[in-house]
């Protein structure tokens, strides 16, 4: 299945000011000064704890908006914005204006990590601009772009229109920012097409066949598949395409998935296997019909002696057209020899030679008749390794050719004869699809958990407050929180979560065992870890079977296989595990969702498949400590920013034990709580 990709938000490090110079003439530096302005405030870039984010400047809400993640933002997530710049590669200066807006805070609770969207103002001037900068199609880029209305404390509104999305229709892509300056871009060209005939002659008897090859150059990124057009004409102008040749025939083509794009003459466009790079800076990757070197057949049988013309139109994913290329060919009187045949389209058998006899050779021969294809099947397959963690598929399938030959009585007959074909198809390993499951906070006070065996368990919290995460009256926080924040969710500690992956691979692969370790990191660094289990749910398993069908554009590959696994951990009440004359170091938590001052906890996921192969998910920032733990009122209040090293002499009680105790890894036993004096 093809899936194009779509740039919803540039993440961002650090950002700098503009004071950057290229003297190559094929660098351009699009800068906001000579752009327009929205109303209100701008901020600007300071360097914080967290890298150069937005400071100051006028609070914005996003009012209304096409563009997917700004359209479920309420009026309790605030943005700023602030003036930003795009160098692009391989185009030229858009002058308009570039601004960066950053999410700055949710229900009042400041956001911490890094987050931007960049935006340029809607207008048709500033957007066509942009499209000419980055050799972009205007028609196709503006019909798919996202509109987003911003509104500040004022009421004033203005109206922007994604940058990042007009870069990726566009073709062109965002570079790794390494030296954390302003954004670079790499524009890419408009493909290009090269059509010949094959063979030393270009002329033929009406009857034969014509075999060209068209070859397609493309540069644009996400593309894995691009679009071409074949059209016969004769000598007069005189499309006679429908006589000569289908469209159906190209080799390579792909499963059509609804795009339309359109030659000049208003014919649909064939999708092909074959699309852009990957590598910066860009470069063309030529591809023969989607990789495929068989060439393309012209039958002249229908047409009429004269001289005719092919032309090849390419365009990209992004409906830039190639100049088209054209071949010619010359059709002259046909003789009474039946032609050779391919591709299992038998022509209607020539009358038998003079004399009554049937295939040549005498009348001995039989009558010349085209047998019945061969069944179509899959010949051979094979599972290996691709080298990088991943299976590689690869097949052959039945490829059945209809020839002419001569036996040994000298009679002509046709034959079907198998020119088998191989294609190969990789699986790499992925883990996806992050899901918090279950979530509790207090010691023995369990909800609804989501495992295995409860896989309806409800989300909601059983806690006392509105969410389980902050004292009463305080601004909520999320509690299952969403894949795509830092956190995912808050938790108390001593309180615990399950959350489970799903695992996508080679269905000849699958995973043998995986487990989760866990980091628990204080605002010191102190850092305590665990590994557990990650348990698989083999119930969850999705495998259509190893084994491939046979397919005559060699899309017979099975798909790939998932499964999905979980586990669950507790958060322990310690960072550091202690000694037994000393209390340890207290896991740091706060009510605010200040990231400074409290405990947050990553995990590293690892799935290992029956053969060995491994892959790794990491998520640096799944959990973060926040609310009241059960154990709040028999240590006195850690301050956000302390450290949590506390002599047992120096220690004090809000409540006292009946004969407390403390372990050998310096925690205190269960005991019974009496008031304090």
């Not at 566009?170 to 005939?197: C, I, K, L, M, R």
């Not at 990209?316 to 057209?321: A, E, G, T, Y």
């Not at 032609?339 to 299992?344: I, N, R």
């Amino acid at each position: 299945m093809r899936v194009k990709p779509t740039l919803r938000m540039v993440v961002v490090g650090t950002l700098a000011c503009f004071a950057v110079v290229f003297s190559d003439a094929s660098y351009a530096f699009a800068y906001i000064s000579r752009g327009w302005s929205p109303p209100s405030t701008a901020g600007y870039f300071a360097n914080t704890q967290y890298g150069m984010m937005i400071q100051g400047g006028a609070d914005f809400q996003v009012v209304q908006s096409s563009e997917p993640d700004l359209a479920g933002m309420s009026n309790e997530d605030l943005f700023r914005y602030g003036a930003d710049g795009i160098t692009i590669v391989g185009g030229t200066d858009s002058l308009g204006g570039i601004w960066h807006f950053d999410r700055v805070s949710h229900n009042g609770i400041p956001i911490d990590s890094n987050n931007g969207y960049l935006e340029v103002n809607d207008d048709t001037s500033t957007i066509d601009q942009w499209i000419a900068a980055l050799n972009g199609d205007q028609s196709y880029v503006t019909s798919q772009l996202w509109h987003t209305t911003w509104g500040d404390r004022a009421g004033d509104q203005f109206n922007t229109v994604s940058i990042s999305q007009i870069v990726e229709e566009s073709g062109a892509e965002f570079a790794p920012n390494a030296d954390d300056y302003n954004y670079t871009v790499y524009a890419t060209q408009p493909p290009q097409a090269a059509v010949g005939v094959v063979g030393s002659t270009q002329t033929v008897q009406q009857g034969q066949n014509v075999e060209f090859y068209n070859h397609a150059y493309i540069e644009g990124y996400h593309s894995n598949y691009h679009f071409e057009y074949v059209e016969v004409t004769n000598s007069s102008g005189q499309n006679v395409t429908n006589q000569a040749f289908s469209e159906n025939s190209l080799q390579g083509r792909a499963p059509y998935n609804g795009e339309a794009i359109y030659a000049p003459n208003g014919a649909a466009m064939v999708e092909v296997n074959g699309g852009g790079p990957t590598s910066e800076p860009p470069s063309y990757v030529e591809t023969v019909d989607g990789g495929s070197s068989q060439p393309n057949i012209i039958n002249t049988s229908n047409l009429a002696p004269g001289n005719y013309t092919i032309t090849l139109y390419v365009k990209d994913w992004f409906n830039r057209s190639a100049n088209a290329d054209t071949a010619t060919f010359t059709v002259t009187p046909g003789s009474n020899n039946p032609p050779p045949l391919t591709g299992g389209n038998p022509p209607t058998p020539p009358p038998p030679p003079p004399g009554g006899g049937g295939g040549g050779g005498g009348t001995s021969c039989p009558l010349l008749t085209v047998p019945p294809e061969p069944a179509n099947q899959v010949l051979s397959y094979n599972w290996a390794p691709d080298g990088s963690g991943g299976e590689l598929l690869t097949w052959t399938d039945t490829n059945w050719v209809l020839e002419l030959v001569t036996d040994s009585d000298g009679c002509v007959m046709y034959e079907w004869v198998d020119q088998p074909k191989t294609y190969s198809h990789d699986y790499p390993l992925n883990v996806s699809n992050l899901q918090i499951t279950g979530l509790f906070y207090d010691p023995g006070r369990p909800g609804d958990l989501w495992s295995p065996s409860n896989p309806l368990a409800s989300q909601a919290n059983n806690d006392g407050y509105s969410d389980g995460s902050t004292v009463a009256g305080n601004p909520s926080l999320p509690t299952y929180g969403n894949s795509g924040g830092f956190p995912v969710i808050y938790t108390r500690v001593g309180g615990g979560f399950s959350f489970r992956l799903m695992w996508t691979g080679s269905p000849h692969d699958m995973p043998a065992s995986a487990d989760v370790t866990y980091n628990l990191v204080n605002p010191d660094g102190e850092t305590r870890s665990w590994t557990k289990a990650f348990e698989l749910l083999p119930q969850t398993i999705l495998n259509q079977g190893d084994v491939p069908v046979w397919d005559p554009f060699g899309n017979g590959y099975p798909p790939p296989a998932t499964e999905y696994g979980w586990a669950y951990t507790s958060i322990p009440k310690y960072a550091s595990p202690g000694t037994p004359s000393s209390y340890s170091e207290l896991t740091a938590w706060n009510l605010t969702g200040d990231s400074s001052g409290a405990a947050h906890i990553k995990a590293d996921v690892t799935f290992t498949t029956g053969t060995g192969s491994t892959v790794t998910w990491n998520y640096p920032d799944l959990a973060q400590m926040l609310g009241y733990p059960t154990w709040y009122y028999i240590h006195e209040i850690p301050e956000p920013n302390a450290q949590y090293e506390q002599t047992q002499p120096n220690y004090s009680r809000n409540f006292t034990y009946s004969f407390p105790q403390i372990q050998q890894n310096g925690q205190l036993l269960p005991a019974y709580i009496t008031p304090a004096p």
